[in-house]
């Protein structure tokens, strides 16, 4: 179907903003861009809980804010989520819109983890605490309210990545035990180009000159893209891994590794669903103010979370 008209609109907007050019702009001007765009497009979601705390990482304390859908200590299914923004950009403050989204239609507790970010900290920096963050979680469900055998993980855009990478090292190692992999519009292969790379470019939203320039600055001398840490798509072996939900837009130059990696995993016998939303570019599920079918995606997601967590708001 052709590109949702409110989407188009959109699109013209920030366009007619004259953005910076993706090959020749600072980190800083990618994150401050980052910033912007989600205060513009994000409408949150009051819950009757949110704390901030801190969980021990390999390199120092890291941030996490938990989100709750009721006010209380019982155990509750849980999504252990990383934000988007290549790697290099965001916080759990820009996509905190999408975890009370995620918390409120999934009836579950979310755990926003702002993980190390390129170039200051290179990779494997954001993997390593994702990681950390999911043993410590998974290891103090009890003390966090939560209950581990009813435990995802979950991501989006480049969040989508580490969760990806996360799951895989997760799976390799016996543990900790995912009931839920949870994939939102995910980069899976930054080491070749798809069809939907090379349709979609430029003028979607997110483009392929900011895709080179992210990685550009997370990837350190001697690493490779085609590192399955890196590009979770061309993982070996994909035993063990939890079911999985994938979603992914129509307009997205991503699409297609995410219908990628839901036939690789459907082909390794995993429980596997893949949506691709007609009409939609590539973080319409975070910008709900300009683009209302977020809303109704957030619907969708969320049911599909319940069903999967068998989480409730009550």
């Known amino acids: 179907m052709p590109l949702d008209p409110r989407v188009q609109r959109f699109l013209g907007l920030l366009q007619a903003g004259n953005p910076p050019d993706a090959r020749t702009a600072t980190v800083a001007q990618r994150r401050n861009g980052l910033i912007a765009l989600m205060k513009l497009g994000s409408t949150a979601i009051a819950l009757p809980r949110v704390e ?30 990383f934000h988007g923004g290549g790697l290099v950009a965001g ?24 993980y190390r970010l390129a170039p200051e900290h290179p990779f494997p920096a954001a993997l390593e605490d994702s990681l950390a963050a999911l043993r410590y979680v998974a290891a103090n469900a009890a003390r966090l309210h939560l209950d581990a055998a009813r435990l995802g993980i979950c991501g989006d855009s480049a969040g989508a990545t580490l969760a990806a990478a996360t799951a895989q090292a997760a799976a390799r190692a016996g543990g900790p035990a995912l009931a839920l992999q949870l994939l939102l519009c995910p980069i899976l292969d930054y080491s070749r180009t798809t069809p939907s790379r090379l349709e979609l470019a430029s003028g979607y939203l997110v483009d392929q000159a900011t895709l080179d320039h992210d990685l550009m600055h997370y990837l350190p001398p001697g690493s490779e893209p085609s590192d399955p840490r890196v590009s979770p798509l061309l993982a070996a072996d994909l035993a063990g891994l939890p079911r999985t939900l994938i979603h992914t837009a129509e307009f997205d130059p991503l699409r297609d590794e995410g219908r990628n990696y839901f036939e690789r995993l459907e082909r390794a016998g995993i429980e596997v669903s893949y949506t691709c939303h ?21 619907e969708h997601i969320g049911a599909q979370i319940r069903t999967a967590l068998g989480g409730s708001g009550s």
Do not use: K, N, W
């Open 91 to 114: 916080s759990i403050d820009t996509h905190d819109a999408i975890a009370r989204g995620l918390a409120s239609s999934g009836g579950c507790r979310v755990l926003s983890v702002q």
């Open 52 to 81: 901030d705390r801190m969980l021990p990482g390999p390199e120092g304390p890291l941030p996490v804010r938990i989100y709750s859908p009721v006010d209380d200590d019982a155990p509750r299914p849980a999504l252990v989520y």
């Open 278 to 298: 007609p009409g939609m570019i590539h973080l319409f599920y975070g910008l709900g103010a300009v683009i209302p079918y977020a809303r109704e995606a957030f």
